[in-house]
């Protein structure tokens, strides 16, 4: 019998209950039970779901009400001195956490957001100290579990692995100089063992322990690491599956195969090449695997046909029980389910399979394997065939004039006319820009207003022309405020914009859209990426009359706002078919002729946002120089069709850009603004490392909370920042777009942002 097995599931309810809940609970519009009571009911939900597409290993424990990472860090009393002694509620302190809290006297930041490997779900990075005092405040795996028994589903427990905690984790402030989290294994171990044993006696067979930092290249010691650790763990626990994902274990797959671990679980969709080495390490033990090969990261059908043979080459070498058909990793990267989609056409829809389908998927594959005679399998197997092949079929087609157009970029086409030095100053004169020059970086607040007029314009309760309106007078109202606070370049605030990525998608050619198709990015905070079905162009002008609009109503200068094409690409479902470069080639030629445009219409800095640019970044060393090779020209070749007198700005966000740092220099954008507050300035020391030599505004506050920074603050960072930086290249601004935050806080923020930049005029003069 081969049995199946998903490693997780999207936890925001398929109408998005959870972000309703939570945001209810934030706003004190529903209590502590209400939210739990929410929470509870999506859980059961997904577990009742899996089992009912026919899963046989349904994992439990892998919920969150914000991230699984904080989750665990609040398990495991891993939490930050400056969270405690508020009086506050252990869930309070939780949210405190995640997102910060400013109320009734308590004011502290959000613990720093990272992303989650290559993926745009964001992680809060647990902080660790010498002193941390682990301890099993409660055990969730154990609670989870129950909380499914009595729903009526026996499920496999999901724990983060001790190993890749540490490792993910980072020093709290304070801690002595070489102190590294990973040294306080020892100190952890015991509290693993507890909580491995409470669960062991609660009756669970298999218990899924994550370390998905061995698809990483390995630190020197994870060997000794890992083979102790597991030694340990593996006699007092339940079975456990060990499980690497997002890529290949390569050489860490020597000491991966000799753990005393019941279950070994690797991804087929991402390292699909992998599987001999793996089948030939762990023949001669008694290890299951766990081939993961159906995609937790994209939404395209399974070819079921090439994953049974897959499967089938497992059984060979290991025997039928020794293999589990899983997806390749958690599911939460993947929209709950097809069925919530209306307006996909029957055509495409038939492409794609969504956590729940991916689910039945691999039931499916399973049953295959074993030798269902059901002639539900069969039919489904049937129907999948002819999927796969309509799919192909589609392929096919293409837009030769974007194929050629690709084909022929040459590198000339990526080089601004000038160098930096040249272009700063005919920028200058054409800007007229102060010293410490002060700018946001391009969204403000999406009121409630704002969302609902644009609901109405998609049910049709207002005309194109009343939203268009509509529109207008927000950007005026943005660009009065930005004039009456004093900032220095304008925005025009991105009111017209649902999302950064999708507003790009929805009007160029080669995207489709989902209704419902939400994937959890951090907290509360979802998106629907665009699908890339096709070739991509641009069948006309995308932001040319609202940058245009804005400009023409102030006499500050106006900064066009565009999203880059990394990002366009990796914030979207891409195709299959064809490479990410070309996908990515295709994209900046779009947005090259939106850039040439925008100067044409009299804008005179743009700014093109590459936040997803570090995110994209292989997993392993080895595969960097091709990723960045592509994506630093195609970036360019989006931004170099100007004259020198535009000013091109671009924007990176919630990544370390230590390692990627001399790829960032190459971009050569006029401007680069970069999230620093949270990584509380760290980036200042890559800065010296490698030097920068073009404009650079390393974000002043954190955005990412409602809390307002003072103006002593910012201006300790300002100083902070000219220890390092030389004054004629410091701009000020907030590290990322504002339009998650209430306009009071906003306000606050940015009067005291532009205090401090004058106060710096003044200090630096
Ligand atoms: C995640 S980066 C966001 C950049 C975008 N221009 C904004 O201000 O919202
Ligand atoms: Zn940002």
Not at 122 to 135: I, L, N, R, Y
Not at 288 to 294: I, K
Not at 434 to 456: D, L, N, W
Request: proline share 5%.
């Amino acid at each position: 019998m081969v049995a199946s097995s998903v490693l997780g599931f999207p936890r925001i309810g398929a109408n998005r209950e959870v972000k309703k809940a939570v945001e209810a609970y934030w706003a004190g519009k529903i209590s502590a039970d209400d939210l739990t009571k929410a929470a509870a009911d999506v859980k059961k939900t997904n577990w009742t779901t899996i089992k009912a597409q026919g899963v046989d290993l349904v994992p439990s424990g892998d919920f969150s009400l914000y991230d699984h990472v904080l989750d665990h860090s609040a398990a495991f009393n891993v939490i930050p001195k400056r969270y405690t002694g508020h009086d506050l509620s252990p869930l309070d302190v939780y949210f405190a956490m995640g997102r910060g809290r400013q109320a009734a006297g308590v004011d502290v930041p959000a613990s720093e957001m990272k992303k989650w490997f290559d993926s745009n779900y964001h992680f809060v990075v647990p902080e660790f100290a010498e002193d941390t005092d682990f301890k099993l405040v409660f055990n969730k795996a154990l609670e989870e579990f129950n909380e499914a028994k009595a729903a009526g589903v026996v499920t496999r427990p999901v724990v983060l692995g001790p190993i890749s905690f540490l490792y993910l984790g980072k020093a709290a402030k304070g801690s002595s100089a070489g102190f590294q989290p990973i040294s306080l294994l020892p100190k952890l171990l015991p509290v693993y063992k507890q909580l491995l044993a409470d669960l062991k006696a609660a009756g669970v067979e298999w218990v899924q322990i994550d370390e998905p930092i061995l698809v990483l290249d390995a630190a020197q010691d994870y060997h000794t690491q890992f083979a102790s650790v597991y030694a340990e763990l593996a006699p007092i626990s339940p079975k456990i599956l060990l499980t690497s994902y997002y890529g290949r274990l390569d050489s860490n797959l020597s000491f991966v195969a000799k753990l005393p671990v019941a279950g070994l679980h690797i991804d087929l969709d991402r390292a699909p090449s992998q599987l001999d080495e793996v089948l030939a390490a762990i023949k001669p033990t008694n290890i299951v695997l766990s081939l993961g090969v159906v995609s937790g990261r994209n939404i395209w059908k399974t070819d079921l046909s090439a994953a049974i043979k897959l499967g089938q080459k497992a059984i060979d070498a290991l025997g039928a029980d020794r293999v589990i058909i899983a997806t390749s990793s958690s599911l939460l990267h993947t929209p709950v389910t097809l069925a919530a989609e209306t307006k996909l056409t029957a055509e495409q829809k038939d492409w794609f399979a969504f956590a729940t389908e991916k689910a039945k998927e691999v039931a499916t594959i399973a049953s295959v394997l074993s030798g269902s005679q059901d002639a539900k399998v069969a039919e489904a197997l049937e129907e999948n065939k002819v999927s796969i092949a309509k799919r192909r079929e589609f392929e096919r087609t293409s837009d030769d004039a974007v194929r050629k157009r690709v084909a022929a970029i040459t590198p000339d086409m990526w080089a601004r006319k000038s160098p930096f030095s040249v272009r700063r100053e005919i920028q200058q004169k054409a800007l007229n820009l102060p010293k410490f020059a002060t700018t946001t970086i391009g969204s403000f607040p999406q009121t409630k207003e704002i969302r609902t007029a644009r609901a109405k314009l998609t049910k049709g309760e207002i005309t194109e022309a009343e939203y268009d309106d509509f529109i207008k007078k927000e950007i005026e109202s943005v660009v009065r405020f930005q004039e009456k606070i004093g900032l220095d370049l304008l925005v025009h605030g991105e009111p017209e914009r649902n999302d950064m990525v999708q507003y790009f998608g929805e009007r160029l050619n080669g995207f489709v859209f989902t209704q419902n198709g939400w994937v959890q990015s951090y907290g509360s905070r979802y998106v629907r990426p665009p699908i890339i079905v096709s070739d991509v162009s641009r069948p006309g002008p995308i932001t040319i009359q609202w940058s245009s609009y804005a400009q023409s109503v102030t006499d500050k200068p106006m900064k066009g706002m565009l999203t880059g094409p990394v990002t366009i690409l990796n914030w979207s479902f891409p195709r299959a078919d064809v490479s990410r470069e070309i996908q990515c080639k295709q994209l900046s030629l779009a947005l090259r002729d939106e850039v040439v445009d925008l100067e044409k219409a009299g804008i005179k800095a743009v700014q093109v946002d590459e936040p997803a640019l570090r995110e994209g970044l292989p997993l392993r060393k080895a595969d960097w120089d091709e990723y960045l090779g592509w994506s630093v020209s195609s970036f360019k070749l989006a931004t170099a069709g100007v004259t020198d007198a535009l000013q091109t700005h671009s924007h990176f966000c919630y990544s370390d850009f230590d390692d990627i740092f001399p790829s960032i220099q190459a971009l050569d954008a006029d401007v680069i603004s970069i999230e620093a507050s949270k990584s509380d300035l760290k980036l200042l020391n890559t800065f010296k490392q490698y030097g920068y030599s073009n404009q650079i505004g390393p974000g002043v506050y954190d955005i990412h909370s409602p809390r307002v920074p003072s103006e002593e603050e910012i201006k300790e960072r300002i100083a902070a920042m000219l220890a390092t930086l030389t004054d004629d290249l410091l701009v000020i601004n907030p590290d990322c777009g504002l339009k998650t935050r209430g306009w009071k806080e906003t306000e606050a923020s940015l009067v005291n942002l532009v205090n401090a930049a004058r106060w710096a005029r003044k200090t630096y003069a």
